[in-house]
């Protein structure tokens, strides 16, 4: 059996940490992003309306795991504090904790879901055949709600450890296993098992879904410095769930606001009709794929920077910070051309629609050239969370998701009159304009946590 990752981020090669890192994270994402082209892919041999009503009910469905997403996000902070304080028992209870605070949250989000997630999807489009798609798919992808949430969770505690391969390996067997399990359970065997049709694609995702959860509960639990875990760890603590909902629910509703901005793209895409929907969807999916290394890099970011704060070392902070900019400005001007050029082929892939194409390709020429911009507000969202100051994210996201993509999409839609591209060149200016936001907050923080963003304290 392999030895567990525990790694002390405080000491050591910051270029060695983040490849450590960021190299199996950006892998797991790809199979992760992979996982979604496989639903994508079998959604469209069935329908163009089976591929937007898969699109549909993900969002829905990523709205109610936005707690586990900010659950990982504070797991890593918290735990990678306490780890770099050298307070080990702390971050035990921490751990702990955090994962019966998942399972929580899991069982009340699956109960709210049943309630909102069909407001949503009625609110966004149209009825018809891909409306009703995307309420089967939601309503089968509430039983994996423990599965995301515990997963997410357990990932950001094996981060602040320095253990990224964990969750790599975990999406991967995920990713092989829905190759094998969609084509089953939507086609079945003839004569020995019935297919499901498109709920096939749901019920995938529950069952694969569940396997990395227990996977990543086993990581956790082998770590060195969770070995001395007790069971009464684990029982609720009222001070302990302030403390880490503090945390979680900045990034929650920084994700959730991100997710929102989604629905709201939907709802003037579906404008154009439903060729725009099934376009987006794809390229948004694809255009993943390039981001996984920017993703991977900005990811690793804040297990790092979460430790040095813990142990008070802002001028590593710092180095970290700039580190992760640097590699992730290269990794942008790399990804910008393949993106503009390869469009097209990669779309037509996916669908031999041409509208379909079109738009898809409209869309990946458009936001590749604002990669530069979402790498730095990836970066500032670790950096922030790593100060545990997740508020500021929040501030952040309501401007550029919320009020900045609502308000330019309408200027070059609603008074511009331009067709779905300025839906694009509304994104683009709300992603830019927030840019701006973060920066100018990142500066004022760091001033009080770090001694400053730009040079050391001066004493």
């Not at 751990?95 to 109960?111: E, N, R, W």
């Not at 142990?311 to 700039?322: E, G, H, K, N, P």
Request: proline share 4%; aromatic share 12%; net charge positive.
């Amino acid at each position: 059996m392999a030895q567990a990752i525990d790694l002390n981020l405080t000491q050591g090669s910051i270029a060695g940490h983040f490849r450590t890192l960021a190299i199996p994270g950006a892998v797991g994402m790809l199979f992760s992003t992979l996982y979604n082209i496989v639903d994508i892919f079998f959604a469209g041999l069935l329908s163009t309306s089976a591929q937007a009503g898969l699109a549909l009910g993900f969002q829905a469905f990523f709205i109610s795991i936005s707690v586990g997403v900010g659950l990982g996000a504070a797991m890593s902070a918290l735990v990678g504090n306490a780890l770099g304080a050298g307070d080990n028992r702390a971050a035990r209870r921490l751990a702990a904790q955090g994962i019966t605070y998942g399972i929580v949250a899991s069982c009340l989000l699956a109960l709210a879901g049943l309630w909102f997630g069909p407001l949503l999807i009625k609110l966004v489009s149209e009825p018809g055949v891909y409306r009703e798609a995307g309420l089967r798919y939601f309503y089968w992808l509430l039983l994996a709600m423990p599965g995301f949430l515990l997963a997410h969770g357990c990932n950001g505690i094996l981060q602040a450890h320095g253990d990224a391969v964990s969750m790599q390996r975990a999406l991967i067997v995920a990713f092989l296993a829905n190759i094998i399990l969609n084509p089953l359970l939507i086609y079945g065997i003839p004569g020995v098992i019935p297919g499901i049709g498109f709920n096939g694609l749901a019920l995938s995702t529950v069952i694969s879904q569940t396997g990395v959860m227990i996977f990543l509960i086993r990581q956790v639990l082998r770590r060195r410095r969770m070995k001395r875990m007790r069971a009464a760890y684990f029982r609720p603590r009222p001070k302990r769930f302030a403390e880490i909902s503090l945390q979680v629910l900045p990034t929650a509703f920084s994700f959730t606001i991100m997710l929102l901005s989604a629905f709201v793209l939907q709802f003037a895409l579906k404008l154009f009709g439903e060729h725009a929907i099934a376009g987006y969807a794809i390229a948004i999916r694809l255009e993943q794929v390039l981001l996984l290394p920017i993703l991977g890099v900005t990811g690793a970011l804040l297990p790092i920077a979460s430790q040095n704060f813990g142990a008070r070392d802002s001028q590593r902070v710092r180095a970290a910070l700039f580190y992760c900019w640097r590699v992730g400005f290269y990794m942008s001007l790399v990804a910008i051309p393949i993106l503009w050029l390869g469009g097209p082929l990669v779309m037509r892939l996916f669908t031999a629609d041409p509208e379909v194409v079109r738009v898809g390709v409209g869309y990946l020429r458009v936001d590749s050239l604002i990669l530069p911009f979402y790498m730095m507000l990836f970066s500032i969202n670790s950096l922030l969370q790593a100060f545990k100051k997740p508020i500021w994210t929040v501030w952040i996201s309501l401007y550029r998701q919320a009020f900045g993509v609502a308000f330019f999409v309408w200027v070059f839609i609603g008074i511009l009159g331009f067709n779905e591209t300025g839906v694009w060149f509304g994104t683009a200016a709300a992603v830019v304009t927030g840019w701006i936001v973060a920066m100018a907050l990142t500066i004022r923080i760091a001033k009080t946590e770090i001694g400053g963003l730009w040079v050391p304290a001066t004493g």
